[in-house]
């Protein structure tokens, strides 16, 4: 059993807990609260009338959001899995699981992903591995859990950040490859760092499904990985990179990508998911604020959640006079002087 990776599992666990739960997590650059959203029009609509779902890799999504690619890998990342995807199918909800790669050097630890479609039989789900894993890990990541998309995490920064980390980063050819031979939709994603649009322009160029900016202001994976590693006196600063979850949402419309884009990175209501809609992303979904929500209040907690989230999305709507979510784009926004400012810039 390879209890290094595994242990790792549980370390990120419960830090990225402690840090939501602790409120911790630091805040870098414009933020939701940025947006604020223009009385428009009235519109002759109901919230009853309000559709709320979104087409997108040819599939129907009931809802335009979904639990984020967290864990797996170890016994107690098995029961966060299992809760998790409960939660998930109740509520009618996608999910992801978490990387993957421990499970292809460890059978035994492919129960605590394969637990997830036990839990969530009918539900859409994306498995998820690093962008350096060949077609045949991606191949039997997705068998493992009979996925139906799946997410390739580019997180170089968060790479660079583990003391045990990745130092090669050779990965465009081995994304394009995997792109064309991936028996599933691919998305390729960040995983709290943010994307600008020349990294966007560069991913769409490979043409994947859709890209996740996976912006900051949420859970912050160098302040997890400076907590695992307290033996580094001189830890790197990373205080300086990134954009935050609105920014990168502006970088894809400035990249003039025709590409999907998730946003996933601090979101924590239905109000964010509203904004990060008007912004244009076509999905959005959350990680650390439900493990968060999970670990607090247990699955009935998350549920309780996830059903107010729901109750509020089609009100959030008609305030906006979208009938459908892509009606959200042309809702009109006011930015305010920060956000302005790094619009300008980006
Ligand atoms: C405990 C934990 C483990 C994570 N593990 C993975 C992972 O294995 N693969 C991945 O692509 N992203 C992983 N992420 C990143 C999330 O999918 C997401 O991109 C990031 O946390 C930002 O979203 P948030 O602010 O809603 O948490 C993890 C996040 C958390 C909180």
Request: overall charge negative; hydrophobic content about 45%.
């Amino acid at each position: 059993m390879n209890h290094a990776q595994s242990n790792r599992k549980n370390e990120h666990l419960s830090l990225a807990t402690k840090f939501w739960r602790e409120e911790k997590n630091p805040v870098i650059g414009p933020t939701f609260d940025d947006v604020r959203w223009v009385p428009g029009p009235l519109n002759n609509q109901s919230v009853a009338t309000v559709d709320h779902s979104v087409e997108l890799f040819g599939q129907h999504f009931d809802w335009p959001f979904y639990i984020e690619a967290m864990t797996g890998g170890s016994a107690s990342t098995m029961r966060v899995n299992a809760d998790l995807a409960t939660v998930a199918s109740k509520k009618n909800l996608a999910m992801a699981v978490g990387s993957q790669s421990v499970a292809l050097k460890d059978a035994a630890q492919a129960a605590s992903f394969q637990i997830v479609r036990e839990k969530h039989p009918d539900g859409f789900l994306f498995a998820n591995l690093g962008a350096d894993h060949p077609i045949e890990n991606v191949r039997a990541a997705v068998n493992m859990i009979e996925a139906n998309a799946i997410e390739i995490h580019v997180n170089l920064a968060q790479e660079l950040a583990m003391a045990e980390g990745d130092r090669r980063f050779y990965w465009l050819d081995n994304l394009a490859s995997v792109i064309a031979k991936s028996p599933v939709p691919v998305i390729i994603k960040e995983v709290g760092f943010g994307m600008g649009p020349d990294l966007i322009k560069q991913l769409a160029a490979l043409k994947p499904a859709a890209i996740n900016i996976g912006g900051a202001n949420g859970t912050s994976f160098a302040k997890i990985e400076q907590a695992r590693d307290r033996q580094n006196e001189n830890p790197i600063d990373f205080s300086a990179f990134g954009l935050s979850t609105v920014e990168s949402l502006l970088a894809a419309e400035k990249s003039e990508t025709k590409t999907p884009i998730i946003a996933t990175g601090g979101i924590q209501s239905a109000k964010n998911i509203t904004t990060s809609l008007m912004l244009g992303a076509s999905l959005a979904s959350s990680a650390g604020y439900f493990l968060k929500t999970l670990m607090a209040d247990g699955p009935a907690g998350l549920e309780a959640e996830i059903s107010l989230w729901q109750q509020q999305l089609p009100l959030y709507m008609t305030l906006l006079g979208a009938q459908r979510v892509e009606n959200l784009v042309q809702a009109k926004r006011l930015y305010s002087p920060n956000l302005t400012n790094s619009l300008k810039q980006l």
